[in-house]
C-alpha cells in the first residue's frame, strides 16, 4: 500500500506544474481584455471596434506609433510623426496611432490629441489588451512606450522598435526596403 501511495504522490507531482499551466492559459483567455481571431479589440475614440489590418495592405507603408498621453517622450515626438503623415500619407507611407490610455483615461488621450492637432488617425485600448497585441504580433513584450510597428506596403510586420525613434531613421528604412524590394 505504502508504495502504490508513493506513486500517486508522484505522479499528482509530475502533472501538477501541467495543471497550473493549463489553469493560467483558461484564466487568460477569459480575461476581462476582449479579444477575437485577430487580437485585442481596439477602437477609436467614438468606441467603434477596429483593428490595425484595417489600414494595412493598401500599397503604402504604414507606420504604428503606440503612445500614452503621459509620456514625455511620445509628447516630444509626436510633431516629427504627424509632420511624416503630413508629407507620406499621399504617397508611399502613412501612421495610424494607438494610444495605450484606457477607456478610464480617454479624455487624456483626447487631451494629446487636441494639444497636438494630430492628423493621423488613432485608436485606444487598454494597456493589458494593447501589450498582449504587441506580444502577439511581434513574439516581444511591450516595455514602455513609445513603441513603432512598421508594416510594409504588402501588410507584413516589416520592424518593431521600443523607445525614441527619429522620422529620419523610419524614412531610410523604408527608402532601403523599398529599394530591395524593386530589386527582387
Known amino acids: 500500500m505504502r508504495i502504490h501511495t508513493k506513486r500517486l504522490f508522484?505522479?499528482?507531482?509530475?502533472?501538477f506544474p501541467l495543471l497550473i499551466?493549463?489553469?493560467?492559459?483558461?484564466?487568460?483567455?477569459?480575461?476581462?481584455s476582449p479579444v477575437t481571431e485577430a487580437g485585442p479589440v481596439l477602437t477609436d475614440f467614438a468606441?467603434?471596434?477596429r483593428t490595425i489590418n484595417e489600414f494595412v495592405g493598401d500599397g503604402k507603408w504604414l507606420v504604428v506609433m503606440i503612445w500614452a498621453s503621459d509620456c514625455h517622450i511620445c509628447n516630444t515626438e509626436v510633431p516629427e510623426y504627424m509632420a511624416f503623415h503630413e508629407t507620406h500619407q499621399g504617397k508611399d507611407a502613412s501612421v495610424l496611432g494607438i494610444s495605450m490610455d484606457g477607456e478610464s483615461h480617454q479624455k487624456d488621450a483626447m487631451?494629446?490629441?487636441?494639444?497636438?492637432?494630430?492628423?493621423?488617425?488613432?485608436?485606444?485600448?487598454?494597456?493589458?489588451?494593447?501589450?498582449?497585441?504587441?506580444?502577439?504580433?511581434?513574439g516581444s513584450y511591450l516595455a514602455?512606450?513609445?513603441a513603432f510597428l512598421?508594416?510594409?506596403?504588402?501588410?507584413e510586420l516589416a520592424a518593431k522598435q521600443i523607445g525614441a525613434v527619429p522620422v529620419k531613421l523610419i524614412e531610410d528604412f523604408i527608402?532601403?526596403?523599398a529599394k530591395a524590394a524593386n530589386r527582387d
Request: charged share 15%; aromatic share 8%.
Open 47 to 49: 468606441g467603434n471596434p
Open 10 to 15: 508522484f505522479i499528482v507531482m509530475l502533472l
Open 144 to 146: 514602455g512606450t513609445p
Open 21 to 32: 499551466a493549463a489553469d493560467e492559459q483558461a484564466k487568460s483567455r477569459s480575461s476581462a
Open 111 to 138: 487631451a494629446f490629441i487636441d494639444r497636438h492637432l494630430v492628423n493621423f488617425p488613432n485608436l485606444i485600448g487598454e494597456v493589458a489588451a494593447v501589450t498582449d497585441l504587441y506580444g502577439r504580433l511581434t
Open 175 to 177: 527608402t532601403a526596403n
Open 150 to 155: 512598421i508594416y510594409n506596403p504588402s501588410g
